[in-house]
């Protein structure tokens, strides 16, 4: 019998990609599942998948960095279904563009998501786990982009970095709770996420071209959001501290913290501002316009997390 076997399970940001993979993979595994996502479509379509292919799933749409909802939602999910075994906080949010065209709204939005939704979602249902005494396991999805900088990615690298220094302060509260803490640092996936992004600081033009070429660099060498799904629950099943997956991100984020200079010096290479100046300066315009259209057909219509 699965570890997992009728465990609740709740997972955010699980109406696409990284999260609508980790739901399936935990229902898989015997698990009830608690779908949240801010899209209440997107969440229910995940549940319908699961669901037909036998697993126990229930949604919920929420907007975890909006407090008195995530009050709400650990109230609901704990009158309904019970303390959680797992909670996988795995909502995010990016955006793409220079640090100078950020609005302080831009901020406002992306450390929303990316920090106070686990903050909000790590105190509320953690404090369940302890007062049940069973114990548990809270994941936070942080990212390489926590400990590797990032051209045009600034709001995003820090909220990251908040989130992980959030859960490896979190592991050393809850030590002797029976509660485990471990960030996981998913990278090199082929999702929706980056087409989802908010581009800021560009004209339209731009910004769709800095998007297109992202997501069609992605795609290269990006793996299927179940690779990270699976070993979501793997981790889970475990107590480890920190996770990157899949390899690709194991070997990224020890380069980064072995030599944080060379780190810094990678990252020059990543500036997708500097690359398209560069093909916007010798290549005629005609040509970029039939580029714009092969890339813009390489991305996603669905977006994630």
């Known amino acids: 019998m699965s570890k997992f076997q009728n465990k609740l399970v709740i997972v955010t940001g699980a109406g696409s990609g990284i999260g609508r993979a980790t739901a399936a993979c935990f229902a898989a595994a015997g698990a009830r599942v608690v779908v949240s996502d801010i899209n209440k479509d997107s969440a229910q379509t995940t549940v319908d998948t699961i669901t037909e292919a036998g697993g126990q799933a229930h949604s919920h749409a929420v907007d975890v960095s909006d407090a008195d909802a995530m009050e709400q939602f650990a109230a609901d999910v704990y009158a309904a279904h019970g303390t959680p075994t797992v909670l996988v906080n795995n909502a995010g949010y990016t955006t793409a563009g220079p640090f100078l065209g950020h609005s302080a709204q831009d901020w406002d939005r992306i450390m929303g998501v990316n920090f106070w939704g686990l903050v909000y979602g790590s105190r509320l249902f953690g404090r369940q786990m302890v007062d049940d005494g069973q114990g548990g396991r809270i994941l936070n999805v942080t990212s390489p982009a926590a400990v590797i900088p990032i051209p045009l990615s600034t709001p995003y690298c820090t909220s990251k970095a908040a989130a992980q220094m959030l859960t490896e302060c979190l592991r050393l509260e809850f030590a002797g709770t029976k509660v485990g803490v471990t960030a996981v640092l998913p990278a090199f996936i082929n999702t929706g996420f980056y087409p989802s992004a908010q581009v800021v600081g560009f004209d339209t033009e731009m910004s769709d071209r800095v998007r297109n070429i992202s997501v069609a660099a992605a795609r290269l060498v990006a793996r299927a959001p179940e690779t990270v799904g699976r070993n979501i629950v ?16 194991r070997i990224a984020c020890t380069a980064a913290r072995l030599s944080p200079t060379g780190a810094r010096l990678a990252a020059r290479f990543m500036d997708t501002r500097q690359l398209v100046d560069l093909v916007t300066r010798f290549v005629p315009d005609a040509a970029l316009r039939r580029i714009d259209d092969v890339l813009e057909r390489l991305v996603p219509e669905e977006t994630v997390r």
């Open 234 to 249: 793997r981790i889970a099943a475990g107590n480890a501290a920190i996770a990157p997956t899949p390899f690709e991100s």
